[in-house]
């Protein structure tokens, strides 16, 4: 198990304050490059921190903190499914009639489902579900996914080998 940082940042690299239009945060380079540290250990010490971005150790924490109360990242563990029992994993694509939004919302408050986000294309929601083992999936699916008001069709995607899975978007 380790830890990963999830970030967000926006194309205006001035200072880590709300933008003029009350959208997402503004992220400095200094607040990019703190990002970047804890995208590689997110246990790393603010000391340690501090002396590679110019800070102090204090500067370090006020600024982590604040990147942590605007909801700009998140200091998580990440698991390996398979190493805590999850053996099945698949992406699922929805198709929708009616609210697109009620639809999410109900899958997103399934434990299963992991991730749910409305899309443009052949489907209007894709949501990776992570499971047991197949019987898990096909409950999951089929008595819980397709019973959701609006949800029209759906068509599954079952992880055969992960290869690749970073969280390391956030300072590119």
């Known amino acids: 198990m380790h830890s990963d940082v999830v970030a967000s940042r926006s194309a205006d690299p001035r200072d880590s304050r709300e933008s003029r239009n009350g959208g997402s945060p503004q ?37 982590v903190q604040k990147l942590l109360d605007q909801g700009v990242m998140q200091i998580v563990a990440v698991t390996d499914p398979l190493t805590v029992g999850f053996r099945r994993q698949a992406m699922v694509g929805v198709n929708v009639e009616g609210d697109v939004e009620s639809v999410a919302d109900a899958l997103t408050a399934m434990s299963e489902c992991e991730y749910v986000v409305m899309t443009a294309g052949s489907f209007d929601l894709m949501v990776e579900i992570v499971c047991e083992d197949d019987d898990h999936l096909l409950d999951v699916i089929n008595k819980r996914i397709r019973a959701v008001a609006g949800v029209r069709s759906t068509e599954s995607f079952v992880y055969l080998k992960l290869k690749k899975q970073t969280y390391m978007w956030g300072t590119r």
């Open 27 to 63: 992220l400095d380079a200094v607040s990019l490059a703190i990002i970047e540290q804890l995208q590689q250990d997110g246990r790393r010490p603010y000391a340690a921190i501090g002396k590679a971005v110019g800070l102090s150790e204090a500067a370090v924490r006020q600024r």
